[in-house]
């Protein structure tokens, strides 16, 4: 399990990356950590693996700190930057280091090779050569090779095609139904919704929602839309019912979609949409929880 207690990490002259952020990762279970840019997730990640010091606060992995274990490579896999492995190194050197600097076995090297599907050719070129998605590859089965019980990865499937997304949620789901443990970060939403049973969101560096995938998802509230947004909004408003408008015409309510079909009725409004909020999937939920930090104001 990875345990993050009132973690906090301020830079120079005040400037707070990560405010007193807490959450478990478990065992058995895949932890997406979401959030917008900036919002401190890798700087989190970084601490939990010993890259960079906390100000405050501790994040440890049963019980221990990354730097307290003996082996660390053993027992957890991390992957946060592909494209900072050695360029000048062909992908078989990179897992031949890493294979020797753990003392482990020289077979682990092609088991690797084989299982993150790079070629006897492609393993024996040099990373400067490597695609994205090929780095991902080498960094997923760096991660693997020494065979630990937790993994951290931070955007992993950036630079995948469709094929390696699949690869890759099905590897991430197989390893935590095996009793691992993995805190995995996404910009890929749909992959995140698709794999994770818990997530934790985080914007401005605090935590702003986290729990089971399933409960988050089902607080989301109603969205429903009219032919006449103006006349579903004044109808809303009529029964006390407090809601958001998005630009596409839609409103959005915690207020169960029941007592929004009932607002309509009795206004004679013409519903054309009216659902759980769920059905747009953790998109619209991460957009809703993030609004006031996305650069973009996509959630405006």
Do not use: C
């Amino acid at each position: 399990m990875i345990t993050v207690e009132a973690l906090t990490k301020t830079y120079g002259r005040g400037m707070t990356a990560v405010d007193d952020v807490s959450f478990t990762a478990a065992r058995g279970r895949v932890t997406g950590f979401l959030g917008p840019n900036g919002a401190g997730k890798s700087t989190t990640m970084r601490i939990i693996v010993g890259l960079t010091p906390a100000t405050s606060g501790s994040a440890t992995i049963d019980g221990r700190r990354f730097t307290d274990l003996p082996n660390p490579g053993t027992e957890v896999g991390v992957l946060l930057d592909a494209s900072a492995q050695h360029a000048g190194r062909t992908g078989r050197e990179i897992l031949t280091i890493a294979q020797r600097t753990m003392g482990l076995p020289r077979r682990r090297v092609q088991e690797m090779l084989d299982l993150v599907s790079l070629t006897s050719d492609e393993a024996d070129r040099r990373v400067r050569d490597y695609s994205l998605g090929m780095r991902q590859r080498l960094g997923i089965g760096t991660a693997l090779l020494g065979d630990p019980q937790v993994l951290v990865l931070d955007e992993p499937a950036n630079g995948l095609d469709p094929a390696g997304i699949r690869w890759m949620r099905d590897l991430l789901r197989r390893f935590a139904d095996g009793g691992g443990t993995v805190l995995l970060s996404s910009h890929l939403l749909h992959e995140i919704e698709v794999v994770a049973d818990d997530l934790v969101v985080i914007g401005n560096g605090r935590v702003v929602a986290q729990g089971t995938k399933a409960d988050l998802l089902a607080a989301a509230g109603t969205v429903a839309r009219a032919r006449d947004a103006a006349a579903l909004a004044l109808a809303m408003e009529q029964a006390g019912l407090a809601f958001t408008t998005h630009a596409d015409g839609s409103v959005h309510t915690e207020a169960p979609p029941e007592h929004v079909g009932q607002a309509a009725l009795s206004a004679r409004v013409v519903l054309t949409e009216l659902r759980t909020a769920d059905g747009a999937g953790l998109e619209e939920m991460f957009l809703e929880l993030t609004a006031d930090t996305q650069r973009e104001g996509a959630a405006a």
